[in-house]
């Protein structure tokens, strides 16, 4: 046999082992893994929400995946527990993220779990975290002299209030909120190795 004829099926060996264990392996071994229990699916507001996530980029900068306490500092963070294949179940795709310009937000709807400090934070980062490099979305709300009845106004910290206005939530502002909320994976993970 020639070397160049070794060369190639060589190459085409390295490439199916590696197809197989980097790709296959992984699919048939996760494809269909059930909801973790206390899994619940995404609302109508978060699935929304969810797509606003996605279309302002969000996963660049923040990651949904905290690691194990053997590899990374995570849980110490408050990030919570790694996180397992059936915390992904309803998500098409998962939001994994490769960066952490900010912090993991797999468990943000527990770390903060009230509504207007998302619509605040979102408004002006800084008015929460001072120094954060997070960029503000003022175009998800509406400077009002006044808000409507059934609008939802936006408290901020005194001296980041526009003066003379009244800061209300569009719709996109409340459905990626709530998308947000509903990020919540402090129910006890299951390891599928140890079910039958």
């Not at 797509?51 to 980029?57: K, L, P, V």
């Not at 993991?104 to 490099?133: K, T």
């Not at 709300?141 to 003066?163: C, I």
Request: charged share 20%; hydrophobic share 35%.
């Amino acid at each position: 046999m020639h070397s160049e004829t070794r060369l190639v099926l060589g190459g085409l060996t390295t490439l199916a082992v590696a197809t197989a264990a980097l790709v296959v392996l992984p699919y048939l071994t996760v494809r269909d893994t059930p909801p973790a229990p206390g899994l619940k699916p995404y609302t109508a507001s978060a699935l929304r929400g969810r797509t606003q996530y996605i279309q302002h980029g969000c996963m660049y900068c923040h990651s949904q995946q905290p690691r194990a306490r053997d590899f990374a500092p995570d849980a110490k963070r408050g990030w919570g527990r790694a996180t397992v294949a059936g915390d992904y179940a309803y998500d098409d795709p998962p939001l994994l993220g490769t960066m952490r310009t900010g912090p993991d937000l797999m468990n943000i709807g527990v770390r903060q779990p009230g509504e207007q400090w998302h619509l605040g934070h979102l408004f002006q980062p800084r008015a929460y975290v001072p120094g954060s490099i997070m960029p503000a979305y003022p175009f998800l709300f509406e400077l009002r002299d006044k808000a409507e009845p059934g609008e939802t106004v936006v408290t901020l910290p005194p001296g980041f209030v526009p003066e003379g206005k009244t800061v209300v939530a569009r719709p996109e502002a409340l459905d990626l909120v709530s998308y947000l909320k509903s990020l919540d994976r402090s129910y006890p993970a299951i390891d599928p190795t140890t079910t039958n």
